[in-house]
């Protein structure tokens, strides 16, 4: 089974605190994925990356980088946390034979204060 | 744009009957669509996918069928289960981007003993 990894279920940061959200795919993917999820928006993509130190913009990437220095991790970078990026972030991962999933990780819920 | 949506925010069945989740789509390109199952306090976890060149496909109790002519999907689940309360997802391949999934905002299944 695939598994993606997160390392961290919940996290609280200041206001302006730089955070950084760590993932862990073991099956050797090379697409990864980073989505947060709100209540009435369901799930939104930041940033994804096709291939070691490639990174492409997804449909919210304002206050967000990433990097990926090795193929099985991909880092999510909040350069000065706001409260307004309260929320569930989601690490994903898929192979790019055909058309495959996604496979998630169990997300860490971020809180800013 | 482009959108995935689900018909139904919240959906109550009885232990034993079968349950539909209804999906709706607008890129009549989309090529690939996934159903995901989140319970609470984890990821999304992968249940089953359907090709275009498919109308239904049937997995362990469940089955996916897909109607292009008026874009819609709907997730059949037989002789529900209390483990079965979930949010569900619908997916459907965004274009463009390799691996980029344009979601639904969920339907709440929950199954009363």
């Known amino acids: 089974d695939v598994k993606v990894t997160q390392s961290s279920r919940y996290l609280v940061k200041r206001t302006g605190e730089k955070v950084f959200l760590e993932c862990v795919q073991d099956m050797d993917h090379e697409n990864m994925f980073w989505y947060r999820q709100d209540p009435g928006l369901g799930l939104r993509l930041i940033y994804f990356?096709?291939?070691?130190?490639?990174?492409e913009k997804g449909d919210i990437p304002e206050g967000y980088s990433v990097s990926r220095e090795k193929k099985e991790r991909f880092s999510l970078i909040l350069e000065s946390a706001s409260t307004n990026q309260t929320s569930m972030y989601l690490c994903a991962s898929s192979g790019i034979q055909g058309f495959s999933p996604l496979h998630f990780g169990n997300g860490t819920r971020l809180t800013v204060t | 744009g482009e959108s995935v949506g689900l018909h139904l925010p919240t959906l109550s069945v009885q232990e034993g009957d079968n349950s539909i989740i209804n999906c709706a789509y607008s890129n009549s390109a989309s090529d690939y669509f996934i159903w995901y199952k989140q319970e609470s306090g984890k990821g999304p976890q992968f249940i089953i996918d359907i090709r275009s060149n498919m109308d239904k496909r049937q997995g362990q109790r469940v089955t996916v069928l897909l109607n292009k002519t008026v874009k819609h999907l709907s997730l059949q689940i037989a002789a529900t289960q209390p483990g079965d309360s979930a949010v569900y997802f619908c997916?459907?391949?965004?274009?463009?981007?390799?691996?980029?999934?344009?979601f639904g905002k969920g339907t709440k299944l929950s199954v009363k003993p």
């Open positions: 990356s096709y291939d070691v130190k490639m990174k």
């Open positions: 997916a459907g391949e965004g274009g463009g981007s390799q691996g980029n999934l344009i």
